[in-house]
């Protein structure tokens, strides 16, 4: 859906972001940013794919890139 330049300014939000639309008591339609959860859901446990490196086998990588290798 394609909103006004204005109107997605206004709800700070842009190509891709998701807008709930709510229906007000008066029967007006309400348009609604993102929460901040639903902008951070995809960014949810994204650090911890791969597995990562523990501290130490990271110092170990950097002795190691500085020639700092202990035999």
Do not use: C, H, Q, Y
């Amino acid at each position: 859906m394609t909103l006004p330049k204005g109107v997605s300014a206004l709800l700070n939000v842009g190509p891709g972001d998701s807008i709930r639309f709510e229906l007000g008591d008066d029967g007006s339609i309400v348009l609604l940013p993102p929460s901040v959860r639903e902008r951070l859901a995809p960014l949810v446990g994204r650090s911890r794919r791969g597995g990562g490196k523990s501290p130490e086998a990271v110092d170990a990588e950097v002795r190691e890139m500085r020639g700092d290798i202990e035999e």
